[in-house]
C-alpha cells in the first residue's frame, strides 16, 4: 500500500498552530464536542486524535500547566473523574488493560503543555499490529461518534 488516506488529521496539523488552549475552549462548548462528563472541577473528553480506540482525557476545569498547580479539591476530582473513566471503558468496551498517564512539559511528551490533563488509553491483546510498526500507522476500528454515544448511554451497545 502506497497512501493511507487520514483526511481528519489536516484538522489536527492545523488545530496545532492555535494560541487558544483546547481544553479551554472544549470545555466551554456543548456535549456534543465529546465530553463524556463534567463535575465540579474536572471534565472527561475523547480524544479526537485518539491513540487507541476508547481513548479519553481527563481534565481540570482550570487552566493549570501541571499537578503542582492543583488545590486539594481539584487533584480528587481528576483522580475520581479518571477511575470513573476508566470503570465506564471497562464496562462498555472491555479492554485487557490501560495506559493511564500525564505527559508535562514539551520532553515530556505533552502535545498541549499549558493544560494538565490525564489520557486514558484503553489496551487489548494484540492491539498492536503490522500497521503500527511497518506502516507508521494505526488503525481505530470505531468512530468518535458511535463511541461517544455508547460512553453517554446515547445507545446501548
Same mark, same amino acid.
Given at each position: 500500500?502506497d497512501?493511507?488516506w ?5 484538522k489536527?496539523v492545523k488545530a ?7 481544553f479551554?475552549?472544549?470545555n466551554?462548548?456543548?456535549? $456534543?464536542k465529546?465530553i ?6 474536572a471534565f472527561a473528553i475523547l480524544?479526537? #486524535?485518539p ?5 479519553v482525557?481527563v481534565?481540570p476545569h %482550570?487552566?493549570v500547566?501541571?499537578?503542582k498547580g492543583?488545590? $486539594?479539591a ?5 483522580i475520581?473523574?479518571?477511575k470513573?473513566?476508566?470503570?465506564l471503558? !471497562?464496562?462498555?468496551? %472491555?479492554?485487557h488493560?490501560?495506559?493511564? /498517564?500525564?505527559?508535562?512539559?514539551? &520532553?515530556g /511528551?505533552?502535545?498541549? %503543555?499549558?493544560? &494538565? ?5 484503553p ?10 510498526v511497518?506502516?507508521?500507522? +494505526? ?5 468518535l +461518534? !458511535?463511541l #461517544? ?8 451497545p
Open positions: 500500500m497512501k493511507l487520514a483526511p481528519w488529521r489536516s489536527f496545532r498552530k492555535r494560541k487558544e488552549c483546547i479551554c475552549l472544549k466551554k462548548q456543548a456535549k $456534543d465529546f463524556i462528563k463534567k463535575s465540579k472541577f480524544n479526537i #486524535y491513540y487507541n480506540n476508547g481513548h482525557m481534565s %482550570r487552566h500547566k501541571d499537578l492543583l488545590n $486539594d481539584e487533584l480528587l476530582d481528576i475520581k473523574m479518571t470513573e473513566m476508566q470503570v471503558l !471497562e464496562k462498555k468496551l %472491555r479492554p488493560g490501560f495506559n493511564i /498517564g500525564i505527559n508535562t512539559g514539551k &520532553v /511528551g505533552a502535545g498541549y %503543555r499549558g493544560h &494538565v490533563h490525564i489520557h486514558i488509553v489496551r487489548w491483546e494484540g492491539d498492536t499490529n503490522f500497521m503500527p511497518t506502516g507508521n500507522t +494505526k488503525v481505530i476500528p470505531q468512530s +461518534k !458511535e #461517544y454515544k455508547i460512553l453517554t448511554n446515547l445507545r446501548k
